[in-house]
């Protein structure tokens, strides 16, 4: 199997150099070049997630490196439960897919761990470091993924005073290959500065700098896998194919289910629930697709107007790109996720709210007619300040995000410039 660009240039590569590169040479995301059948008969409810995935991800490995490696790979990194949990009586028929058991809380676990354990294998002896830009969940779960690592180092930028407490405890609680870099600026700064250091040639190089952000096909080859799981597990126990919703911001998990459907999964509907972010949306009511800068609201990992994975989604074939979108703004994410726990005891976490009020939306009809799945994307804990004043109680932490608060915190601090950042990443030498 070789992979080619979203946007058609270049030559196709091999499922290692696709991860090792992250982007394509014309700026495009690199995709199949052919959507594989899913070998089906391989693929039972019993099977544990890790064995799993790398039976499903066995087409994609063809004739690669990595291909004898999957199965290593996958059962270090997909080793954290991933239940689907009936709501409740009040809900009948809505599950939620808890993608939160994972050492930071966040789906971002599986992709992150997946990605590096990919690295690993494909550094062959000479470190690569891993550059971050960070605002929120991203970062937390590539440090955790990276620490200890023998052939990986991260840096990790982040704005100054603009993450939570929690969130600053989460980038800067690694160990000594991963390093946090509190940069005197905002989240663009960052994002400035770690473009600049991969267009600066001697940095670039000298620290074998990669990138580990979410249009990486590491990162989003177990979102695909856990969806497919759900959906063969859910089909075997009602013989219908459930529908899904998730929570959409660089829309990751909705090109994942699309593609697992067009590989032959049992997956029914997909509905896209975003936050106030209404790019999606307008693309659903109008078909024209107008990236706009992003607003500010409680499900933060959705703020995005530009979803990066909308270059793949567009290069399906028209008849497997079939999918619904459900604006829910914060009002309505508030309202959610008091109701659902008044009804059920079940905590949403803000972004897993928009599904939860997606699914609330649909017609009874068609609630009644199949299962529905509806992702849990990060723990409500780390969304404490949005949720506890709304359910009017204290929210206890998962015992790996316990853990994370015991953790001794390390950062350096730069000015928003590049010379600053080549001098920590030259004085911390975390690709030597
Ligand atoms: C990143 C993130 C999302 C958005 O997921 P995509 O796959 O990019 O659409 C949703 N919820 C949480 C908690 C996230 O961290």
Not at 80 to 107: D, K
Not at 119 to 132: H, I, K, Q, Y
Request: net charge negative; glycine share 8%.
């Amino acid at each position: 199997m070789r992979f080619v660009s979203s946007r058609g240039g270049g030559e196709p590569v091999s499922l290692s150099d696709a991860l090792r590169r992250g982007i394509a040479p014309d700026g495009g995301l690199y995709l199949p070049e052919a959507i594989p059948a899913a070998p089906l008969d391989r693929l039972g409810p019993d099977l544990p997630l890790p064995e799993f995935a790398a039976a499903l991800f066995a087409p994609f490995a063809a004739g690669d490196a990595l291909a004898g490696e999957l199965v290593s790979i996958c059962a270090a990194a997909l080793d954290s439960p991933v239940p689907t949990v009936a709501v409740g009586a009040a809900r009948p028929g809505l599950h939620a897919l808890e993608l939160f058991h994972g050492p930071t809380g966040a789906f971002k676990d599986y992709g992150a761990r997946f990605l590096m354990g990919c690295f690993d294998r494909l550094a062959e002896g000479e470190r690569l470091t891993v550059l971050a830009a960070t605002s929120g969940d991203t970062g937390g779960a590539v440090g955790c993924a990276a620490e200890g690592r023998r052939s990986v180092g991260a840096a990790i930028l982040f704005p100054r005073g603009r993450v939570s407490a929690f969130q600053e405890q989460q980038l800067c609680c690694w160990g000594d290959n991963v390093l946090a870099i509190e940069v005197d600026g905002d989240f663009d700064d960052c994002q400035r500065l770690v473009k600049a250091a991969f267009a600066d040639a001697p940095l670039s190089i000298g620290h074998r700098l990669t990138s580990a952000n979410s249009i990486n096909l590491g990162r989003l080859l177990p979102q695909v896998a856990y969806m497919a799981r759900a959906a063969v597990e859910l089909h075997a126990a009602s013989g219908v194919r459930p529908g899904f919703i998730v929570p959409s911001g660089n829309l990751g998990h909705g090109y994942a289910l699309l593609l697992a459907r067009a590989m032959g999964l049992p997956v029914g509907p997909v509905v896209l629930a975003t936050n106030a972010n209404a790019t999606l949306k307008e693309w659903a009511d109008t078909g024209h697709y107008r990236p706009r800068p992003s607003v500010a609201t409680l499900a933060n990992a959705m703020d995005v107007g530009d979803p990066s994975n909308f270059e793949r989604l567009r290069a399906l074939p028209s008849a497997d790109r079939a999918v619904r979108v459900e604006r829910v703004d914060d009002d309505a994410i508030r309202a959610r996720i008091v109701a659902d726990e008044r009804a059920t005891g079940y905590v949403w976490c803000p972004h897993s709210a928009t599904a939860a009020e997606a699914w609330a939306r649909l017609p009874e009809a068609e609630r009644a007619e199949r299962p529905w799945i509806a992702a849990a994307t990060a723990h409500p804990y780390k969304f404490a300040e949005v949720v506890e004043p709304l359910i009017e109680r204290a929210l206890a932490p998962s015992p790996p995000l316990a853990a994370i608060l015991d953790r001794q915190a390390r950062k350096v601090r730069i000015g928003a410039s590049l010379d600053r950042l080549a001098d920590v990443l030259e004085e911390r030498a975390l690709a030597a």
